[in-house]
């Protein structure tokens, strides 16, 4: 499965960008991560197909929301109120079976996008 993932770019501070990824193939849970420069790669958020349910990590809760289509086999990331400490390399993620354990660590996934830059000014 490939997933490609596109939509970053640059924003103002408070403003709003859209991501959004689309896989190739089947896949169970798909989620977000980013990695901003000379820091770990960290989840943002994750969407489970089976039952619909959406999680996110604290500093994004109530500003970013997640979707999938799964029609059109896509991933969305609806990010409003950005701030500059969101500027990061955004990952489109899925894993290829049911995962029921820790989902919020990229040891959990199996397949990941290129990554889309998204920058946010002050």
């Not at 193939?25 to 039952?51: C, D, H, I, L, P």
């Not at 079976?97 to 199996?110: D, F, G």
Request: net charge positive; proline share 2%.
């Amino acid at each position: 499965v490939q997933l490609q993932a596109f939509g970053g770019g640059l924003v103002q501070a408070g403003g709003s960008l859209r991501l959004s990824c689309v896989a190739s193939g089947r896949t169970f849970t798909m989620g977000w991560f980013r990695q901003a420069t000379g820091k770990e790669r960290e989840f943002v958020a994750g969407f489970k197909s089976y039952n619909s349910n959406a999680f996110y990590s604290d500093s994004v809760k109530g500003r970013f929301t997640i979707s999938r289509d799964n029609a059109k086999s896509t991933l969305y990331l609806q990010m409003n109120s950005l701030q500059p400490e969101d500027t990061a390399v955004y990952y489109c993620t899925a894993t290829r079976t049911l995962i029921l354990s820790n989902l919020r660590v990229p040891s959990a996934y199996h397949y990941w996008g290129q990554g889309t830059l998204v920058t946010v000014s002050s």
